[in-house]
């Protein structure tokens, strides 16, 4: 499949993706994540996607999952949490996994509001709807 050919489909990606990981020690690694891209990504089972370590996800472009779902969106969260939360800062976090953060917690989010991070309006209509309330009603409280 060539990406310079147009859109893949997402059945296909599914089935091939699915097959190459059905070989004996295949996996998604960093390049071959790369190599798929965000949108494609987001057509692979929640399962599959779970099985991405964080030391992969530490050596991979930034993704565009903005096309995946809510389910989908906080697991590559959650993976890009770990792989980039050895960071000291709250604001060197939030940079690192900025393109993930669509599936953050309230937890996260509410760290985020403590420590004063900025974040622009993209970002922020990124976030899941419920997360935005929930924190806002945190916010008020404060």
């Known amino acids: 499949m060539d990406s310079s050919n147009g859109g893949w489909d997402p059945i296909l990606v599914k089935v091939i993706i699915s097959k190459y990981l059905a070989v004996g020690g295949s996996r998604l690694g960093s390049t071959e994540l790369n190599i798929i891209g965000g949108p494609n990504l987001c057509s692979l089972d929640v399962d599959i996607i779970r099985t991405i370590s964080s030391q992969n996800f530490r050596e991979v472009d930034s993704l565009d999952i903005s096309s995946c779902t809510a389910d989908k969106k906080k697991v590559f969260f959650t993976i890009s949490f770990e ?7 709250s604001v060197s976090v ?3 996994i900025r393109p993930y953060i669509g599936g953050a917690n309230v937890d996260y989010i509410r760290s985020l509001v403590a420590s004063e991070v900025n974040m622009d309006l993209a970002t922020f209509t990124s976030l899941d709807e419920n997360v935005v309330l929930v924190s806002v009603m945190f916010m008020s409280l404060l």
């Open 83 to 89: 792989a980039f939360s050895f960071s000291t800062s």
């Open 94 to 96: 939030f940079q690192l």
